[in-house]
């Protein structure tokens, strides 16, 4: 059984993207399915080492990785 969820999204538009959408859409189903889940904004979390450590030890500890990215190629 998965126990934990990560949900990394990566549209330059924040949560009016989407990908944020789609982060949140498979989000809400993760949970109500019995999963913890975290999500990760990559556009935000990539500016410090903090954040960094944070994602990758998010990233170990879950179970089951979504990505979630724009399909424009000037951002991916």
């Known amino acids: ?10 549209s330059p538009k924040g949560m009016r993207g989407a ?3 789609l982060a949140n859409f498979f989000s809400d ?5 019995g999963l913890e889940v975290k999500k990760v904004a990559l556009y935000k979390s990539i500016d410090d080492q903090e954040s960094i450590d944070q994602m990758m ?20």
């Open 1 to 10: 059984m998965i126990g934990k969820a990560l949900i990394l999204y990566g």
């Open 19 to 21: 990908s944020a959408n």
């Open 29 to 33: 189903r993760l949970t109500s399915s």
């Open 57 to 76: 030890n998010a990233f170990n500890e879950a179970d089951l990785v979504l990505l979630s990215f724009p399909t424009y190629t000037d951002t991916l």
